[in-house]
């Protein structure tokens, strides 16, 4: 299983690790070039509906299909929680017969409601336990 941590690097600032050596530079909104933890509960939601419709989307259009996934939801601060996330899916399917489209818009909304983890997650929720590990006590 790949471990993930992330370490401090500064005042609200972190980077976060994967024991397959990749990194991701985390940190406040008023911080350059990291994301906020927010943004990457966000693109993890796209990237997961992404590569859980790459299979019947590559089947259809092809391995080189373009494809974006915008993701968007504001916080609500008061509750300290994103109440709503909204993902859009865009891709060109102007080659297709409606009656094709609708086929794959239905196995593609089905692929993503069946094997996105994080989707799946986030919808039905999950329990998270946080412990302190306060090092050696002599």
């Not at 974006?68 to 994103?82: F, H, K, N, W």
């Amino acid at each position: 299983m790949t471990e993930l941590w992330v370490e401090r690097t500064g005042t609200r600032r972190y980077t976060g690790h994967s024991s397959r050596g990749a990194q991701v530079l985390v940190g406040s909104e008023d911080v350059e070039g990291v994301f906020t933890p927010g943004e990457l509960l966000k693109i993890a939601l796209a990237a997961c509906s992404g590569m859980s419709s790459d299979a019947p989307l590559s089947r259809r259009l092809g391995d080189d299909y373009a494809a974006t996934i915008r993701v968007s939801g504001l916080a609500d601060r008061e509750q300290e929680r994103y109440p709503l996330l909204e993902e859009v899916l865009e891709l060109d399917l102007s080659d297709l017969d409606e009656a094709d489209r609708h086929r794959l818009l239905t196995v593609v909304q089905r692929a993503v409601d069946q094997v996105c983890t994080v989707g799946r997650t986030l919808k039905s929720g999950t329990e998270v336990r946080f412990e302190i590990d306060p090092g050696d006590q002599s």
